[in-house]
């Protein structure tokens, strides 16, 4: 079946730190993978995408490379500052043409101290 | 342009109550989902709506009943609410205009207590 699972959090940093935040998947397709970012009392918005093998998804100074070898889709940021902080969650969407349902992990809460 | 979105944002009900939230999104998008977000849980699916006049039961659909009244609007039902549906629910909507066409949208949320 599908499933996602993710680096447990909570994860504390300190300002400028570089973060990884792993994440890998099973999936009986070829999916698409995505990484969604929650700030605090607001709703989900896609942070970046990759939706072939080799692809690096980028935004917002995070990245992401789509490892089919590996069957994963882990998060990095050089350089991270207080305002990243949030709870990420990484995703996929089963690979099935026409499927348009996610499977969600279970996120990790990331804080970045001053 | 609104985007996806919810009402209420907060609600508290009594145990047996029931109670609609209402999701609307301005995007033309064909599909719409109704999500939970519990602490170490994750998101989970309850309903989802493929187009307008078709709904299909996701991973937790027990105890909710979902409406999609027009291509814009998805409702979420609980008839007879219990402690077990306290959570923070998401609307989410995907499709025309999209790239990959999966990628969804979330609403701002509503947070429900049941006592």
């Known amino acids: 079946g599908n499933s996602v699972t993710q680096m447990e959090g909570p994860v504390t940093l300190s300002e400028e730190a570089f973060l990884t935040i792993n994440c890998t998947y099973t999936?009986?397709?070829?999916?698409?993978l995505f990484w969604y970012v929650q700030y605090p009392g607001e709703g989900l918005q896609l942070l970046l995408k990759?939706?072939?093998?080799?692809d690096k998804g980028s935004n917002k100074g995070f990245e992401a490379t789509y490892r089919k070898e590996t069957t994963s889709f882990h998060l990095e940021k050089g350089s991270v500052q207080v305002s990243d902080s949030a709870v990420y969650f990484c995703?996929?969407?089963?690979?099935?043409?026409?499927?348009?349902?996610?499977?969600f992990g279970t996120g990790t809460r990331l804080t970045i101290i001053p | 342009n609104a985007g996806v979105t919810q009402t209420p944002k907060f609600q508290v009900l009594k145990t047996g109550q029931s109670m609609t939230l209402q999701c609307a999104q301005d995007m033309n998008h064909n599909s719409m989902y109704w999500y939970r977000q519990d602490p170490g849980m994750g998101l989970r699916l309850i309903y989802y709506s493929a187009s307008e006049g078709t709904t299909d039961k996701g991973e937790v659909p027990n105890g909710y009943n979902v409406s999609r009244l027009n291509k814009r609007e998805f409702s979420l039902r609980l008839e007879s609410a219990a402690p077990s549906q306290t959570s923070v629910y998401f609307c989410?909507?995907?499709?025309?205009?999209?790239?990959?066409?999966?990628?969804?949208?979330f609403g701002p949320g509503t947070r429900l207590t049941v006592l």
């Open positions: 999936a009986t397709g070829y999916p698409s």
């Open positions: 995703a996929h969407d089963g690979g099935f043409f026409g499927n348009e349902k996610l499977t």
């Open positions: 989410a909507s995907s499709g025309v205009g999209t790239s990959p066409l999966n990628e969804q949208f």
């Open positions: 990759a939706t072939k093998a080799d």
